[in-house]
C-alpha cells in the first residue's frame, strides 16, 4: 500500500485543509478546523475574517464520517464547486471530506491519451457537435484509473486516527464524479451512502445495478446535452431499496443550489451524522 | 362572502388549533400557540406532556405565512397525516395552517353521489380492480366542488389579523390533495409555491399547465396504482419555471416521511420563512 504524505495544512474560516499526496495522486482532505488552543497573550483574540494558519500534524480533528467528493469533467480538487460543498459537508455536518485529482486533472500530467480525447472534446464544442459520446467514452477510461486510485485512498485515509477503519464512509460526485462514483460504490463496500447525478447511463447502468446502497440522484429535467430517458434509466439502474431522484427543470448547468444542501442532509442521515448547522 | 366561526380553540405541545366552519365546509386552522403568559400561582410551572387548554381569541398569534394543506382521499382535516404535516409547518416554520374537510369528507354529509362513488371504489377495491380511474373520476368531482370551498375559506382567514390579505399563502396536497390543489392553484393568484404529488395526469394535466409558480412534486418510483409514465406526465405539464420532482424507490403507500421534512423546507424557502427548527 503506499502511503499518504501531507504536502500543506491550512485553516480557514473552520475548515482545515491538507493537501497530500499518495504515489502520483493529489489531493486534499478537509475537516472541522479544531477550536482554538488557549492563545499567547501575543495571538489576536478576535481572529480576522479569514484567517490562515499552519498547524502542526500534532493538532488532530476529532473522529467523524468520511465523505469521499468527486470533482466534474475539467475540475479539479480545488474547483469552486468541489471547494463549496466540502465547505457545507465540513461546517454543516462536521464530516471529513477528501477529494483526489482525477487522472489527467489538477495538479496531475495528462497522457498522450488525455490530450487525444481532451482535443477532441473541444473539436466537438466549437463545432456545436454532441459532447455525450466523448464524454461518457473518455469519462469511463478516467474511471477504469480512478477506482482503484480512490481504493488506495480510502486505505490510507482510514489509517489516520480521525478517520479510522470501520468508520462511515460516504461518496458524493456528479458529472465525471458520477463516472467514478458509480462502479467505485459498486465494489467498495466501505461506501454506505452515495449521491450521484448528470451522467448518461450507457457505460454506467451495469454497475449502477450492483448498487445497493442508499442513492440520491440529480438530473435536470431540460439537459440539453443528457436526454431525459438516459437519465431517468441510469436512476432506474440502481438496485438500492432506498433511492431518490430528483429532478429539477432546467438546463444541463442549471443544477440549483439547493441540492448540495440535500445531498449533505442525506449523507448526515446514512452517516450517522445529525447536521450541526442548518443545511 | 360566507363568514367564518371559530367553534374550539386548543392549544397542545406548540400548537394552537381552531375548528372553524364557514357556511357548510369545515375546517381547522393551525397556528403557533402564543408564548404562556405569567401565570397565576396556582398554575403549574412546567406543563404536562401535552397540555390542553382553551385560550380566549383574544390572544392571537403574530402575523405569518398561510399554508393551505389539503388532506387526502378518505381523509379528514385531523386524519394522522394530515396532524403530523400541520405540526411540521406550525413548530419547524411558524406558519398558519389551514385544512377544511373535502365535501363528502370528515364531518360533512355525504351525497348519494358520493355514496355511489365510494361503493364502487370499494368494490373495485375487494375484487382487485384497477382503482386508478375510479379514484380520478371522483376525484374530479370532488375538486369542482372544493375549488371554490378553498377560495372563499382563503377569503375568510385573510380577514383575521394573524393573516391578513396580501400575504404569502402556500399550498400542499397529495392524493385527493393534489386533485383539489392542481386547479385550485391554476386560478387562485394568492398561491405562490405548492407541494404536490401522487395522482394521475388524466384529468390534472390541463390545469397544471395553467400554474407557474413553484412546484415541488412527490412520486412513488414502483407505485402499483399510478404508472411510473403518468407521474412523470403530471410532473413535466406543470409550466413552472421553478419545478422540482421528488421520485422515491418504492410502492404507492411507502412515501418517506423525509419528504414532509422537505416539503415544509420548500414552503419555507418560497413564502419567506427561515424553519425556525430543524425540519
Same mark, same amino acid.
Given at each position: ?6 504536502? /500543506?495544512? %491550512? ?9 497530500? %499526496? ?9 475537516? !472541522?478546523? !479544531?477550536?482554538?488552543?488557549?492563545? =499567547? ?5 478576535? /481572529? =480576522? ?5 499552519? %498547524?502542526?500534524?500534532?493538532? #488532530? ?18 474547483? =469552486?464547486?468541489?471547494?463549496?460543498? /466540502?465547505?457545507?459537508?465540513? %461546517? ?9 485529482? +482525477? ?5 496531475? !500530467? ?10 477532441? *472534446?473541444?473539436?466537438?464544442?466549437? &463545432? ?10 473518455? $469519462?469511463?477510461? *478516467? ?9 488506495? @485512498?480510502?486505505?490510507? *485515509? &482510514? ?23 458509480? =462502479? ?18 450507457? @457505460?454506467?447502468?451495469? /454497475? ?9 440522484? +440529480?438530473? &435536470? ?17 440502481? +438496485? ?7 429532478? $429539477? ?22 452517516? #450517522?451524522?445529525?447536521?450541526?448547522? !442548518?443545511?
Amino acid at each position: 500500500m503506499r502511503s499518504l504524505h501531507f504536502t /500543506a495544512d %491550512t485553516s480557514s474560516d473552520g475548515v482545515r485543509e491538507r493537501d497530500f %499526496t499518495i504515489g502520483e495522486v493529489t489531493g486534499v482532505l478537509r475537516s !472541522p478546523a !479544531p477550536a482554538p488552543a488557549s492563545t =499567547p497573550a501575543s495571538a489576536s483574540a478576535s /481572529a =480576522p475574517e479569514s484567517s490562515s494558519t499552519v %498547524t502542526g500534524p500534532a493538532s #488532530g480533528p476529532e473522529r467523524a464520517p468520511l465523505v469521499l467528493l468527486g470533482h466534474g469533467g475539467g475540475g479539479h480538487r480545488k474547483a =469552486p464547486a468541489v471547494t463549496g460543498r /466540502a465547505r457545507l459537508l465540513v %461546517t454543516g455536518c462536521g464530516f471529513h471530506v477528501a477529494t483526489i485529482d +482525477a487522472p489527467g486533472h489538477g495538479d496531475r !500530467p495528462r497522457s498522450a491519451h488525455d490530450e487525444r480525447e481532451i482535443a477532441a *472534446l473541444r473539436r466537438a464544442m466549437a &463545432q456545436g457537435e454532441p459532447v455525450g459520446p466523448l464524454v461518457v467514452r473518455y $469519462n469511463a477510461h *478516467l474511471a477504469e484509473r480512478a477506482v482503484p486510485e480512490w481504493r488506495a @485512498t480510502l486505505d490510507a *485515509l &482510514q489509517e489516520l486516527p480521525e478517520i479510522g477503519a470501520g468508520g462511515p464512509v460516504g461518496y458524493f460526485g456528479l458529472h465525471l464524479g458520477t463516472a467514478i462514483g458509480v =462502479p467505485l460504490t459498486a465494489v467498495e463496500p466501505r461506501i454506505r451512502a452515495a449521491v450521484f447525478g448528470l451522467f448518461w447511463p450507457d @457505460t454506467l447502468a451495469e /454497475a449502477a445495478r450492483r448498487v445497493t446502497v442508499p442513492v440520491e440522484f +440529480a438530473l &435536470q429535467w431540460d439537459d440539453e446535452h443528457i436526454p431525459r430517458e438516459a437519465g431517468l434509466a441510469l436512476f432506474d439502474a440502481f +438496485a438500492s431499496a432506498e433511492k431518490t431522484l430528483h429532478a $429539477n427543470a432546467g438546463a444541463h448547468a442549471g443544477l440549483p443550489r439547493f441540492e448540495a444542501d440535500s445531498a449533505a442532509r442525506f449523507l448526515a442521515r446514512h452517516l #450517522g451524522r445529525s447536521a450541526t448547522a !442548518p443545511v
